[in-house]
């Protein structure tokens, strides 16, 4: 059991650099795995399997974010001890998923789980292995609004895997990691018998993916599409605590001003866009004095460049009232604040629970802390993206890039004009300078990779960051810092598989792998 916990622990720290090099994170990524695969087979019943899987999950979530503590305890006013044991509460619950694969793997296992199988079974009992893994990442991933936070596959923003994600998205890397990490605990247990050699073909195959791998990195599956352009990522590190102040409002949008109409190094190098990040207005546009806007219509008007900031915005639709969580651009032109429908803007859609809407029946949870939540309306899936200067910018907020599915949708929202350029504005303040920052970059790289798009980040206190389409970062700040980052973006254009079809294939593949354990386990029940 302390074996398993232990691996639980490294599994947690394999979304981030820190303590770990980046390079090693795949590697251990599947390291750990590989233990859990093994007590799975070993464990004389289904159900100690899922416990097995519970407790690596139960460390795997009270590790990997444990920041959640931080916005409970520093800024939503719970107690330290009522913080810990929510966090536990809720890593109790994501456990529950990798419970569910153990419990489902052991299961269709069953009879086969032997190390003296020949070749076809020990590479079946990888196969099932990694669909049960993937298919409970995937359920994690969707239900209850889904939560795909710590997705095995986003250790593998580099690696020998990295590449396969244009085809197969983040739930075709957790599968390839899973099945290499299956193929490994079959090596380790058919170790000094007569089938060390049945077992070594899963370990062949799973080398061969990663060989392929390298060599899929060599396609490109985007191409330029127009002009390079400056943009300019403005990270102003508010502290999360002065925030929401109506008293040091004024003195904080002073302070992004001065950021973001600071003179280019180069005269000539002046940004065409300025991003801010999310909610850096802090309050409903149409409770902002026309005062307020006017330095900002000024700096557009005065640099000749956009900006894109991240606000709450109040508008009507069918008679009644909508509040959003939102981005809208100020342009050049533009001699009036934003105050009407019409003007382009992004309204999120995918919203967070408790931060951004109460899920029915824990509003005693809500009223314990002491945090500015909102209810907020959602915004329609795949809305039109924002040209500058001849690209097209499709904006996500926050937590919304954790989402593949959703931002493959955004790149083909309006089929006259593509998105060229992903954009994200987040506020991570509430958890403090912390993995949180560093692993929200990690999957940035993977958004990056699927949709061969360049993807930009305007972050508040980190990482604002600038990622090209192979998902390599080009330029980042200093988290909790301010400053920013002046970075050239050269657009793209084409289709990656993983657009064009989103997780559809591999939702078939786990469905074809599920069904062939199954028929199998027939047949092994039937032998016993």
């Given at each position: 059991?302390?074996?398993?916990?232990?691996?639980?622990?490294?599994?947690?720290?394999?979304?981030?650099?820190?303590?770990?090099?980046?390079?090693?994170?795949?590697?251990?990524?599947?390291?750990?795995?590989?233990?859990?695969?093994?007590?799975?087979?070993?464990?004389?019943?289904?159900?100690?399997?899922?416990?097995?899987?519970?407790?690596?999950?139960?460390?795997?979530?009270?590790?990997?974010?444990?920041?959640?503590?931080?916005?409970?305890?520093?800024?939503?006013?719970?107690?330290?001890?009522?913080?810990?044991?929510?966090?536990?509460?809720?890593?109790?619950?994501?456990?529950?998923?990798?419970?569910?694969?153990?419990?489902?793997?052991?299961?269709?296992?069953?009879?086969?789980?032997?190390?003296?199988?020949?070749?076809?079974?020990?590479?079946?009992?990888?196969?099932?292995?990694?669909?049960?893994?993937?298919?409970?990442?995937?359920?994690?991933?969707?239900?209850?609004?889904?939560?795909?936070?710590?997705?095995?596959?986003?250790?593998?923003?580099?690696?020998?895997?990295?590449?396969?994600?244009?085809?197969?998205?983040?739930?075709?890397?957790?599968?390839?990691?899973a099945f290499a990490a299956g193929a490994i605990a079959l090596m380790l247990r058919a170790k000094d018998t007569a089938y060390d050699r049945s077992?070594?073909?899963?370990?062949?195959?799973?080398?061969?993916?990663?060989?392929?791998?390298?060599?899929?990195?060599?396609?490109?599956?985007?191409?330029?599409?127009?002009?390079?352009?400056?943009?300019?990522?403005?990270?102003?590190?508010?502290?999360?605590?002065?925030?929401?102040?109506?008293?040091?409002?004024?003195?904080?949008?002073?302070?992004?001003?001065?950021?973001?109409?600071?003179?280019?190094?180069?005269?000539?190098?002046?940004?065409?866009?300025?991003?801010?990040?999310?909610?850096?207005?802090?309050?409903?546009?149409?409770?902002?004095?026309?005062?307020?806007?006017?330095?900002?219509?000024?700096?557009?008007?005065?640099?000749?460049?956009?900006?894109?900031?991240?606000?709450?915005?109040?508008?009507?639709?069918?008679?009644?009232?909508?509040?959003?969580?939102?981005?809208?651009?100020?342009?050049?032109?533009?001699?009036?604040?934003?105050?009407?429908?019409?003007?382009?803007?992004?309204?999120?859609?995918?919203?967070?629970?408790?931060?951004?809407?109460?899920?029915?029946?824990?509003?005693?949870?809500?009223?314990a802390m002491n945090i500015p939540l909102g209810d907020f309306d959602r915004g329609s899936l795949g809305q039109a993206p924002v040209a500058v200067?001849?690209?097209?910018?499709?904006?996500?907020?926050?937590?919304?890039?954790?989402?593949?599915?959703?931002?493959?949708?955004?790149?083909?929202?309006?089929?006259?004009?593509?998105?060229?350029?992903?954009?994200?504005?987040?506020?991570?303040?509430?958890?403090?300078?912390?993995?949180?920052?560093?692993?929200?970059?990690?999957?940035?790289?993977?958004?990056?990779?699927?949709?061969?798009?360049?993807?930009?980040?305007?972050?508040?206190?980190?990482?604002?960051?600038?990622?090209?389409?192979?998902?390599?970062?080009?330029?980042?700040?200093?988290?909790?810092?301010?400053?920013?980052?002046?970075?050239?973006?050269?657009?793209?254009?084409?289709?990656?598989?993983?657009?064009?079809?989103?997780?559809?294939?591999?939702?078939?593949?786990?469905?074809?792998?599920?069904?062939?354990?199954?028929?199998?386990?027939?047949?092994?029940?039937?032998?016993?």
């Amino acid at each position: 059991m302390i074996t398993v916990l232990l691996a639980g622990a490294l599994q947690a720290l394999c979304f981030a650099p820190g303590p770990l090099p980046g390079w090693s994170l795949p590697f251990v990524q599947i390291a750990s795995l590989a233990v859990l695969a093994t007590y799975t087979w070993k464990a004389h019943s289904v159900r100690r399997a899922a416990w097995y899987g519970w407790l690596f999950g139960l460390m795997q979530f009270s590790i990997g974010v444990y920041w959640l503590t931080i916005s409970m305890h520093q800024y939503g006013g719970l107690s330290l001890p009522l913080a810990v044991a929510a966090l536990l509460l809720f890593a109790a619950a994501m456990a529950l998923y990798a419970a569910g694969a153990c419990a489902l793997s052991a299961w269709l296992c069953a009879g086969c789980a032997q190390p003296e199988q020949g070749a076809p079974r020990q590479i079946l009992n990888a196969l099932t292995w990694a669909s049960a893994w993937t298919l409970f990442e995937w359920l994690r991933g969707t239900l209850f609004t889904g939560f795909p936070w710590l997705n095995a596959g986003y250790a593998h923003a580099e690696g020998m895997f990295a590449a396969w994600a244009p085809l197969v998205g983040v739930y075709g890397l957790a599968w390839l990691s899973a099945f290499a990490a299956g193929a490994i605990a079959l090596m380790l247990r058919a170790k000094d018998t007569a089938y060390d050699r049945s077992a070594a073909s899963t370990i062949a195959l799973a080398l061969a993916s990663g060989l392929l791998g390298i060599a899929l990195a060599h396609i490109e599956w985007g191409r330029p599409h127009g002009e390079p352009m400056l943009v300019r990522l403005v990270q102003p590190a508010t502290p999360q605590e002065m925030k929401f102040r109506p008293e040091a409002f004024m003195a904080t949008q002073q302070h992004l001003l001065q950021l973001a109409g600071l003179p280019a190094k180069v005269p000539a190098d002046q940004p065409a866009l300025i991003i801010l990040p999310e909610t850096v207005m802090p309050y409903m546009q149409d409770r902002i004095p026309p005062a307020v806007w006017q330095p900002w219509l000024d700096l557009a008007s005065r640099t000749q460049a956009g900006i894109l900031l991240g606000l709450p915005l109040h508008t009507q639709a069918d008679g009644r009232d909508r509040y959003t969580n939102s981005a809208t651009l100020i342009q050049p032109q533009d001699t009036e604040a934003p105050l009407v429908s019409e003007r382009w803007h992004y309204d999120k859609h995918h919203l967070v629970p408790f931060g951004e809407f109460i899920p029915p029946g824990f509003h005693w949870f809500v009223q314990a802390m002491n945090i500015p939540l909102g209810d907020f309306d959602r915004g329609s899936l795949g809305q039109a993206p924002v040209a500058v200067q001849g690209q097209n910018f499709a904006v996500n907020i926050c937590y919304e890039d954790a989402f593949g599915e959703e931002i493959a949708t955004a790149i083909h929202a309006q089929r006259e004009s593509d998105a060229n350029i992903l954009v994200n504005i987040s506020n991570l303040a509430w958890f403090g300078n912390t993995w949180a920052l560093r692993q929200h970059l990690w999957i940035s790289r993977i958004r990056a990779l699927e949709t061969a798009r360049p993807m930009i980040r305007a972050t508040n206190t980190g990482i604002t960051a600038a990622i090209d389409p192979h998902g390599e970062v080009r330029g980042m700040l200093d988290p909790a810092r301010p400053g920013v980052l002046d970075v050239e973006v050269q657009g793209t254009t084409g289709t990656t598989p993983y657009v064009r079809w989103g997780n559809g294939p591999i939702l078939g593949w786990l469905a074809l792998g599920l069904l062939l354990a199954f028929r199998s386990r027939k047949r092994c029940s039937k032998a016993a």
